[in-house]
C-alpha cells in the first residue's frame, strides 16, 4: 500500500518590521511592503500577489506578481486569499486622478496610490510620463527607439526631495503595477433598437468604461443582480458585429480568441445582451462566453 503523501504547510502570515509583511509556507518565505499589495487572487493552486516589488525584484522575477504555494488543493489557496485579504485589508482600490493634477501639483499626491491616463513616452535611458518617471511593472527593450502612447497607469506616486529615475533626473515617479494601453474610442458608437426606446452607449472620460443611454438619458443598469456604474464595454463597442434584437431582448456576440485543445481548435467569444426590466426604469445587462468548435 503507498504511503500517503504529508499534506501541504499552511500560509503564515507576520509582520517583522514596519510596513513589511512577511508570507511562510513551510520553509519558503516571500517578503513584501505591505503598503504596496493591491490584491490577491487565486490560480489553481496558488495564490497571486499584485503589487509593487521593484525594490526587490532580481533576475526574472517579476515587478508587480508573486506567486504563493502550491497549496493542498484550489480550495485552500482561495482560502489564503481570503486570509491574506482580511489580514491586509485588500484589495486596495487607486484614487482616479487627471495627468494635468499630477504636473500641476506633483506632492499634492506624495505615496498616494493613483490610476491615471496620459502620454507615456519611454526608451533608451527614458521613462516619462505626467511628468514624472514611470517604473513600469515589465521591463522594456533598453536599446529599442524612443515610443510614446497613451496608457492607463495604476501605482504609487512619489515626489519627495530626492530624484527619482535615471541619473535621478526626474523629480517624481510613479511606481507602477499595471499599464495598459488605452484604445481608441470607436469610431462610430454602436446603438441598438431595443423595444422602442433607441439605446447608445457613453464613454467614462479616457476610460475604457461605458453606461447605457436610453433615447439619449442614463439608465440605472443592473448586472447580475447588482447596480453598476460603468461597464467595460470597450472590446464589444470596436467589435464589427452589429447588435441584434428579438423580442425584449438586444444582444452582440464578436469573437475574442482561438485555442488548440488536444488538437483540437475552439473559438472562443464573448456576448453581451440587454434588456429592460418591467416597467423600463433600469436595464438589465448580462456578460456570456460561448467556445464553439464548428468553424
Given at each position: 500500500m503507498?504511503?500517503?503523501?504529508?499534506?501541504l504547510?499552511?500560509?503564515?502570515?507576520?509582520?517583522?518590521?514596519v510596513?513589511?509583511v512577511?508570507?511562510?509556507?513551510?520553509?519558503?518565505?516571500?517578503?513584501a511592503?505591505e503598503?504596496?499589495?493591491?490584491?490577491t487572487?487565486?490560480?489553481?493552486?496558488?495564490?497571486?500577489?499584485?503589487?509593487?516589488?521593484?525594490?526587490?525584484?532580481t533576475?526574472?522575477e517579476?515587478?508587480?506578481?508573486r506567486?504563493l504555494?502550491?497549496?493542498?488543493?484550489p480550495?485552500?489557496a482561495?482560502?489564503?486569499?481570503?486570509?491574506?485579504?482580511?489580514?491586509l485589508?485588500?484589495p486596495?482600490t487607486?484614487?482616479?486622478?487627471?495627468e494635468?493634477d499630477?504636473?500641476a501639483?506633483?506632492?499634492r499626491?506624495?505615496n498616494?496610490?493613483?490610476?491615471?491616463?496620459?502620454?507615456?513616452s519611454f526608451?533608451?535611458e527614458?521613462?516619462?510620463?505626467?511628468?514624472?518617471?514611470?517604473?513600469?511593472?515589465?521591463?522594456?527593450?533598453?536599446?529599442?527607439?524612443?515610443?510614446t502612447?497613451?496608457?492607463?497607469?495604476?501605482?504609487?506616486?512619489?515626489?519627495?526631495?530626492?530624484?527619482?529615475?535615471h541619473?535621478?533626473?526626474?523629480s517624481?515617479?510613479?511606481l507602477?503595477?499595471e499599464?495598459?494601453?488605452?484604445?481608441?474610442?470607436?469610431?462610430?458608437?454602436?446603438?441598438?433598437?431595443?423595444?422602442d426606446?433607441l439605446?447608445t452607449?457613453?464613454?467614462?472620460g479616457?476610460f475604457?468604461e461605458?453606461?447605457?443611454l436610453?433615447?439619449?438619458a442614463?439608465l440605472?443598469?443592473?448586472?447580475?443582480e447588482?447596480?453598476?456604474?460603468w461597464?467595460p464595454?470597450?472590446?464589444?463597442?470596436?467589435?464589427?458585429?452589429?447588435?441584434q434584437?428579438?423580442?425584449?431582448?438586444?444582444?452582440?456576440?464578436w469573437?475574442?480568441?482561438s485555442a488548440?485543445?488536444q488538437?483540437?481548435?475552439?473559438?472562443?467569444?464573448?456576448e453581451?445582451k440587454?434588456a429592460?426590466n418591467?416597467?423600463?426604469s433600469?436595464?438589465?445587462?448580462?456578460?456570456?462566453?460561448?467556445?464553439?468548435?464548428?468553424?
Amino acid at each position: 500500500m503507498a504511503k500517503a503523501s504529508a499534506p501541504l504547510p499552511l500560509l503564515s502570515i507576520s509582520r517583522p518590521r514596519v510596513d513589511r509583511v512577511r508570507f511562510t509556507l513551510g520553509t519558503v518565505q516571500t517578503w513584501a511592503t505591505e503598503s504596496l499589495v493591491v490584491r490577491t487572487r487565486p490560480k489553481n493552486r496558488y495564490v497571486v500577489l499584485t503589487g509593487c516589488f521593484h525594490a526587490y525584484a532580481t533576475g526574472n522575477e517579476s515587478l508587480s506578481e508573486r506567486h504563493l504555494g502550491p497549496f493542498a488543493s484550489p480550495s485552500d489557496a482561495a482560502n489564503a486569499c481570503a486570509a491574506i485579504d482580511e489580514a491586509l485589508g485588500l484589495p486596495r482600490t487607486p484614487t482616479r486622478v487627471t495627468e494635468h493634477d499630477l504636473r500641476a501639483d506633483p506632492a499634492r499626491f506624495h505615496n498616494a496610490h493613483v490610476e491615471v491616463v496620459g502620454q507615456w513616452s519611454f526608451g533608451f535611458e527614458r521613462s516619462s510620463f505626467a511628468g514624472a518617471w514611470l517604473e513600469a511593472p515589465i521591463a522594456f527593450a533598453s536599446g529599442a527607439p524612443h515610443v510614446t502612447k497613451r496608457v492607463r497607469a495604476c501605482g504609487f506616486w512619489h515626489a519627495g526631495k530626492e530624484g527619482y529615475g535615471h541619473m535621478g533626473a526626474s523629480s517624481a515617479e510613479l511606481l507602477a503595477y499595471e499599464v495598459v494601453d488605452v484604445l481608441p474610442p470607436p469610431e462610430v458608437p454602436k446603438k441598438v433598437w431595443l423595444r422602442d426606446v433607441l439605446i447608445t452607449f457613453e464613454q467614462n472620460g479616457e476610460f475604457d468604461e461605458w453606461r447605457i443611454l436610453a433615447n439619449g438619458a442614463t439608465l440605472p443598469m443592473i448586472v447580475d443582480e447588482e447596480p453598476a456604474t460603468w461597464l467595460p464595454l470597450g472590446p464589444c463597442l470596436r467589435s464589427r458585429e452589429p447588435f441584434q434584437s428579438a423580442g425584449t431582448w438586444a444582444w452582440c456576440t464578436w469573437s475574442t480568441s482561438s485555442a488548440a485543445i488536444q488538437g483540437t481548435v475552439v473559438y472562443l467569444s464573448d456576448e453581451i445582451k440587454l434588456a429592460f426590466n418591467a416597467d423600463k426604469s433600469a436595464i438589465i445587462v448580462k456578460f456570456e462566453q460561448h467556445a464553439d468548435t464548428s468553424a
